[in-house]
């Protein structure tokens, strides 16, 4: 299993960004595949996760503001961030559930 995260960078506050997670070695369409963050410090926490039949989950804090999405024909998972806060600053990772396996996530600053 690989998961490759990208799309992160350096963003002013109220800015947008696509984060994509593309995966290889599972049967993606199979899986609920979440979106994680963590900032130094912190411990890694759910940001949303999007169900196999596309039922969305988001965590308080990004709910109204973020996206998470998917195309199974392109085992690729998305996560749309609007109106980003410098609170969002943190690396992002994806993960299939039940899958012991992480990517090396995307970093996202958000800063002015």
């Known amino acids: 299993v690989q998961l490759v995260e990208y799309g992160g960078g350096l963003v002013q506050p109220g800015g947008s960004l696509r984060l994509s997670c593309v995966a290889s070695?599972?049967?993606?369409?199979?899986?609920?595949i979440s979106w994680y963050r963590q900032a130094p410090g912190n411990e890694r926490e759910l940001v949303a996760y999007i169900r196999s039949a596309g039922i969305t989950v988001y965590a308080d804090s990004v709910k109204g503001r973020f996206t998470i999405s998917r195309d199974n024909a392109k085992n690729t998972a998305y996560l749309q961030m609007n109106s980003l806060k410098p609170e969002d600053t943190a690396v992002y990772y994806c993960?299939?559930?039940?899958?012991?396996?992480w990517g090396q996530g995307t970093q996202v600053t958000v800063s002015s």
């Open positions: 070695g599972i049967t993606f369409s199979s899986y609920t």
């Open positions: 993960n299939p559930q039940g899958i012991g396996v």
